[in-house]
């Protein structure tokens, strides 16, 4: 027996506004966060020239391994949050995230450490010898990943708690800091420069996501 379908439009069109006012801000989050990384790397193409930027791409693509933990989290931890938010208990949501942050960043760093002790051997593997010499670039981008990791979960928290404005604003400011210094940056102090640079965009992005994530927290809990 087949159930008959029924159709209620306002329900639909409630749903529909509902995951627009939260996933509108993550498409501008991605489109800025998409400018934010990749015009330290254009512009150290058109400054340091196409053989720089073609061993800052192979350095990042090595860097790519971590991706499978990075997935691993946005495909465990969402599930997770929402079974713990169905409660409205956000001291259990916050309180999972600082374990999870504990037990995995040992991992995160464990991949960090055998990325810079086997810089200079992974980027022979795979690019070759002529390569390998610029194992030292690999070294100094992986202190991006535990970075990164410290921010995901935070960010999966405003995700949860349907705020996603703030990664938007985190975005827009490494973005706009890549607009007006890279230039400046690149030109001065090279390579060294734009890596720092890489950095210190990362850094900014998870500092606002920290706060905006604690802030929330707060005035929720405040709220219990």
């Given at each position: ?156 928290g405003l995700r949860a708690l349907k705020n996603t404005k703030p990664i938007f604003y985190a975005n827009l ?34 500092l606002i996501i920290r706060y905006y994530y604690r802030l929330n927290i707060h005035k929720r809990r405040a709220?219990?």
């Amino acid at each position: 027996m087949i159930l008959p379908f029924k159709f209620n439009s306002g329900r639909f069109y409630k749903y529909i506004y509902f995951n627009w006012i939260s996933s509108k801000w993550l498409l501008l989050s991605s489109l800025t966060q998409w400018l934010g990384g990749n015009l330290w790397l254009i512009n150290s193409g058109v400054l340091m020239g196409a053989k720089m930027l073609g061993i800052l791409r192979a350095c990042l693509t090595i860097l790519n391994i971590s991706a499978i933990l990075f997935q691993s989290i946005e495909s465990f931890v969402p599930k997770k949050l929402s079974i713990i938010l169905r409660t409205n208990e956000i001291h259990l949501m916050d309180l999972f995230l600082k374990k999870f942050i504990n037990r995995f960043f040992l991992i995160t760093m464990i991949i960090t450490l055998f990325i810079v002790f086997t810089s200079k051997y992974l980027l022979k593997i795979f690019y070759g010898e002529e390569m390998s010499v610029f194992y030292y670039i690999l070294i100094f981008l992986s202190i991006m990943l535990p970075i990164n990791f410290l921010r995901l979960p935070l960010e999966l928290g405003l995700r949860a708690l349907k705020n996603t404005k703030p990664i938007f604003y985190a975005n827009l400011s490494a973005s706009i800091i890549a607009i007006i210094f890279s230039n400046i940056i690149i030109i001065n102090f090279d390579i060294s420069g734009m890596i720092a640079g890489l950095i210190f965009n990362q850094v900014i992005i998870f500092l606002i996501i920290r706060y905006y994530y604690r802030l929330n927290i707060h005035k929720r809990r405040a709220r219990e």
